[in-house]
C-alpha cells in the first residue's frame, strides 16, 4: 500500500512537474490542468496554465466561476489529465506500472476525502473516497494490459 505520493512516489501527485498539451494549452502539472477545467474560458485556462506553482493554479482555480456542469464532468477531468501525464511522459508510465498491485491511496492532512484519504486525528474514522488513488490505479492497469 502507497498512502503518501510524497518522495519516492512524488511522481503520483498532481502537483509534479510533468508538462503535457490538452486543446492547445500545455499545463506543467495535472493540478494546473485539472484547476483550468474549471473553466469553459480558455483565457482563463491559459492564465492558470501559466501560474507560476500548482498551489498558484489550485487557488486561481478556487476563484474562477465554476462551469455548470463542473460536478458531471470533474471525475473525467480527472481522468483525462491522468491519462495524459502517463502518456506524455513513458519514463513515469513505467514508474506507476512498477507499483505492481500495489492500492494507491493520496493520504493527507488536510482533509481531502474526495480525492484522498485524510489521515488526521479528526478523519481517522473517515474513509476517504480516494478517486485520484482510484484513477491511478485505473491507469496502471491500463498501462499494463497494453504491455
Known sequence: ?????????????????APFTYDGIEYPTNEHFFQAMKTLDQEKRK??????????AKRMGRQVQL?????????????????RKFATHPDLASKLIATGDAILIEGNSWHDN???????????AIAGKNWLGEILMERRKELVSDL
Open 47 to 56: 492564465k492558470i496554465a501559466a501560474a507560476a506553482t500548482p498551489g498558484k
Open 114 to 124: 474526495t480525492w484522498g484519504s485524510c489521515f488526521c486525528s479528526k478523519c481517522a
Open 1 to 17: 500500500m502507497i498512502t503518501e505520493f510524497d518522495g519516492k512516489y512524488a511522481f503520483l501527485s498532481n502537483f509534479y512537474h
Open 67 to 83: 462551469r455548470e456542469d463542473w460536478e458531471e464532468v470533474k471525475y473525467t477531468a480527472m481522468r483525462v489529465g491522468v491519462e
